[in-house]
């Protein structure tokens, strides 16, 4: 019990420290502060690379490459639609000798 609530107040405050927390750990953020009755989430957090799942260490699909990609580089904010593009960057990337 006393290791929860110790989980949950550091939890708590690194969720309040932190000026775009939603960016990067919205699922975690409506755990903590649950979406009142009727209150939809945010689609706009959903959709963001940096807040799917972190894919299978072995996964190579294109949404694993981006979803890796964008958590590298969080200060970008990319969304699911930019799978497609992370994935041309990449593949140039690795194509460049």
Not at 20 to 25: E, K, T
Not at 37 to 62: C, F, M, V
Not at 73 to 90: A, T
Request: with cysteine; net charge positive; proline share 5%.
């Amino acid at each position: 019990m006393e290791n929860n609530v110790r989980k949950t107040t550091t939890t708590r405050s690194i969720l309040r420290a932190e000026p775009y927390i939603l960016a990067h750990r919205y699922w975690e953020y409506l755990a903590e502060n649950p979406r009142r009755k009727g209150e939809r989430w945010n689609s706009y957090y959903a959709n963001l690379l940096i807040n799917q799942p972190d894919p299978h260490e072995d996964s190579t699909t294109d949404r694993a490459r981006a979803i890796r990609y964008a958590k590298e580089h969080c200060e970008c904010f990319y969304e699911i639609r930019d799978v497609k593009r992370i994935v041309e960057w990449l593949e140039k990337v690795s194509a460049t000798p």
